[in-house]
């Protein structure tokens, strides 16, 4: 019954909905994919997803053609300006900041790292009133940090803020992304790394702390066509999509009252898209994987809900040198071998088959630890994976889509 | 069936109406008590559920001075939070509030109804209302990008013929004017509905509607609740009205910058103690009408005792112990008072609904509540009234089966003790020395009210005796008068076991409605005197919206038209958790004297500060005394110079002249204007060309109007109880005659067979009647200026912090005499129309029936 399937934030947005009017009740399980399905649908018959009439945040929150006039549009290929690229994008409906790192202490147990940053547009640029009140926005902001230890134990925490009076935002130099007081800035004025990371999470079973620094990164590196990222065959479906697939990290993480000292790899994204919707699209598998030899690796494949995959899967090979080779759906293959079942009874595929004949690559991809689950408004799995093989290496999986049977 | 019980049913049956009277005593009583306990508790509830409306689940709040703060405190102050300051423990959520008060129509000229405009952040208040907003997936998104948009309560919608399917624009009328609204989508306040209409924007829109850009009236807090919830407290303050327990967290946090971070249960503690006395000072008008009562079933059982002396004599002869017969009459009375209980209680709630929009109404108008208010089924106030109804049921009834035990064997009458006198007195004294100890001053208005009931039992207790007195009196110097005068003084003197009950009910009612009443036009005089200063100016202009400064439109134009004004910018806040109004005051030209206020102690100087006398006292603070007021970013110590008169029940009045160098917040601005140079209209039209738009001139009359009008409506309650407590007390006196009429059948049975004319009988039943009446009238006067001097001087001193004029008006004494002559008139009427119906021959029977 999916139709409609978003990579990462497409996936936030019925939680938006959600949070912006406040339904606690809406922070059960399943608000996955169902969500996903019910907002689709409000944005198709302009009802709410409680079938209310008037209550079309749906709507306004994006799917196929449906409420994007007035937004810009992903549609072809432009040249990137830093630094002014790495601020926001208010004229698109969506867009992120996506760090995630894999680390590990001196004593060798591995943590892993996730902050995201999302922004997105309630309705397309309009008239500035000199008049308005100054909490007067059309942005919401969201951030996700999340934090997995090496006993297994994995912590997500969420917040959300409007785009006023700087409770949250992107600056795009000196660079600094934040809401509240969760943080990822320019160390250092005129220069882009290294960047500082600092979250503190109280409002989890097991409250932590993380304070990281990245630099020495590699890129940016263009993904897709010049950095134009199709998500499906529509011309229009489309995002601009530009990575930092390697940065040393380092720093420390307080878990449970106790400060380790960590380093390791990380990788970053920033995407911003207007309308990237496809019917029959139901969920992603996307792979970031750092590889032993100096090479990174991205592949994402878009499922459908006739359980093929979709033609616009794709990735990128960088190598050490910071040359990149996109990939296409032809050039790799993805295999899930296991599956672990989270309370509600969804499979999450956690050991997978990953071959890319070209790149001499063929191995299992297998999860650090199986929950490595964000259980937030809503779900998905964003964790630790590791690759064995003749060319090993880590980093990290994210899924979407799976839900109980 | 025993012997002893089918004797007690026979005289039960043969005295049904006496016992019928004495069970309506017990109903009428009860049904006040409940009456007015359930239209508190509806009237509490409605306060409460409109708080908890607008709250949700925050439980603390942050506020700065004028109840306001600059908007650009609220992402500091989330960030002090989420960086872990101590002050900010156990602190789950933070969300910014606008709201305000405002009228809501479906034109621009149509009817207004009344709803909270409520501002939030939808995304910063997820969890803290949520269950308010209701329409799940959608509204938020457009309430945060469209401007002007808001989601109505669907009773509200009903009320404006608005469908709940419906977009339609509404017309808000708030202090910043009239400005259009798109209701995108409604919701249901389920059992919440008791409370007011309820409107929720985002809080640009809240901001930009009421002109209040750059500001938030509050930010709210959810703290986990580290108290246990106030069920104990909650059922303590529904059995005793007046009663406020606040909650054991008690000062605020000073955060700095003039800001304060207080508990809302606190602030809610303090509304309710607003409340309480007036919902006290019902319930003690309640407990009189129970009082009236009781002495009803006191008098209803003695008569029956001293009717069946000659039976308990016999059955005391049979072996029946003292003891038996004593729980006999006890038992009689619980009967009574199970009937009358239930009785009352059908009745009271009956009489509530009625009382009930009589309470909300003055609520209303003493507090500022919007209070739609409904009844519930509250099983707190039905089971306090029932027990206190059987409880002083027996308590009534006791002096009656003492006396009932005491009858000897073969005795034929009741034993009236010897001594019965120095006990009375002793009585009193008891009574006199509690009424005075309870005028202590840190007893409050509670010890107050205690003391006039106190002196209203010293009343009842001295009644017989002074019943007593004057009829001797009378018949000391009567001498000369005819035989059936001097039968009629002492037929009456020899009544009085009975009557006296009756009559002393009857003081107590007389000498209430004396005392109330007094009060009342004493409060009503020195309301009128105080009005007519307060708005001496002919003309008065209301500014809308919320400004620091006289439009300089109107200021250019004023020295032309008027000799001088006032100029008033006013707003909210609070000194030592007072709710107090700041009026900043700037002068200009010939004004009166302290700006026309009424000084308790005083003046109005450039200085300091002056305050209204309620505050004063609330603040124990006088002139020469300090006063810390807050302004933007701390306080300021300023000298009291004075303390004015000010009968509102609202917050306290701070009058701060400009000269004393206060930052002026913005506000709620007015203009009075005095010396008129020539007429009106002129002026009118003058000023309302240079005036900004929704400026509202009015009129010196129409205001004055206004303000008599309010205070009516917040008296018709009190007159309403002061009317059934004094038709109990004529019932009383109908009960007494009825059962004096019935005792005397066989003597006039006697005087008819002699050859006295019909009419006699009449008369002495009228004539003794009206002696009674008037008898009582004559101790209530007295006692009724007793009461109001504790009323005036003590309770509402204590209570409200109102000083009164006194006021003596002559018809008020009339019309207690006239009332009093009434009510014996009317309650001897019937006796006295069965005696002349009799026949001579059917009054004998009777006689003999009764042997």
Redesign the interface.
Known sequence: MRRECWRKLWLALPLL????????D?RVDGVDAGGVE??GS?ARTGT???G???????A??GGEAVGDDGYAVADVSRPFDFPADHGPHPDFRTEWWYLVSHLAAADGRDYGVQFTLFRQA??PPGEP?P????????Q?WMAHVAVSGPDGRHQAGER???G????AGVRAAPFAAWL??WRLEAVHDGQKFPLRLTA?V??VPRPFEVELEFDAARGPILQGDQGLSRKSERAGNASYYYSYTRMQARGRIRLDGVDVAVEGLGWMDREWSTSVLDPGQVGWDWFALHLEDGRDLMVFQIRRDDGSIDGASAGVVVTEDGESRPLTRADFSLEPLASWKDETGAAWPVSWRLTVPSLGISGRVEARHPDQLNRLAVRYWEGRVCLDGPVPGCGYLEMTGYTSP | MSLLLRSHLRHLWRDRWQTLLAVFGIAIGVAVVLAVDLANAASREAMRVATQQLDGTATHAITGAGERLA??H??QL??RW???DPRFADV?AMA?VVTAEVRLARTPQGPAWPVQLLGV??????????PV?G????????L????GTALLDVVSLRQLGVGP?E?ATLWVRSAAGLRPIRV??SFDPGDRALGQGLMIT????A??LLDR??WLSRIDLQRERVTSPPGVAAVLERLFPGLVIPPAETEGVDLGGGLRLTSLAEQAADTRALAASFQLNLAALGLLALLVGLFLVHGALTHAVMRRARAFGRLRALGVQAAEIYRMVLAEAVVMGVLGVLAGLLLGRWLASGLLLLVAGTLENLYGQVAVVALAPDPVPMAKAATVGIVATLLAALPAALRASRVPPNGRAVAVKRGGGRRRALLILVLLVTGAVCLHPRLGYVGGLLAVGALLLVAAALTPAWVRFCLRGLLRWLTLAPLHVRLLLRDSERGLLRSGVAAAALVIAMATALGMGLMVESFRSSVDRWLDARLAAPLHLQFAGERRALPDGVAEVLPQAVRGHVFRVSWSDRIDRQPVRVSHVSVSGVVPDDLGLAMVAGSVADHGVAISEPLARRLEVGVGSTLALPVPGGRRELAVTGVFREYGAGPGLILVPEAAGVPVLPGSAALELHGPRGDLDTIIATLTAAAPEGTRVRHQADLLAQARAVFDRTFRVTSVLQAIAGAVAAFGLFAALTALGLERRAQYGVLRTLGVGRLTPVVQNLGEALLLATAAVLLAMPLGIGVAIILIEVVNVRAFGWSLDWQFPPWLFLQALLVSLLAGLLAAALPAWSLYRATPAALMTEVRGEA
């Open positions: 909905a959600v949070a912006a009017v406040g339904a606690p809406a019910a907002a409000a709410g997803s409680d209310r009439p008037g209550l079309d945040l749906g306004l929150i309630l309705a009133d008049d308005a009140s100054h909490w007067r926005t059309r919401v959300f803020a409007r006023a009076l700087g409770l509240e007081d503190r109280d409002d | 908007d650009s609220y992402p989330r960030l989420r960086q872990g789950r910014p952040d939808p995304i910063a208040d997820a969890g803290m209302r949520a907003p329409p799940a997936g959608g509204g938020a998104g457009r945060i990008s469209e401007a399917d977009e995108i989508a985002d809080i640009a829109t901001q930009e850009v750059g």
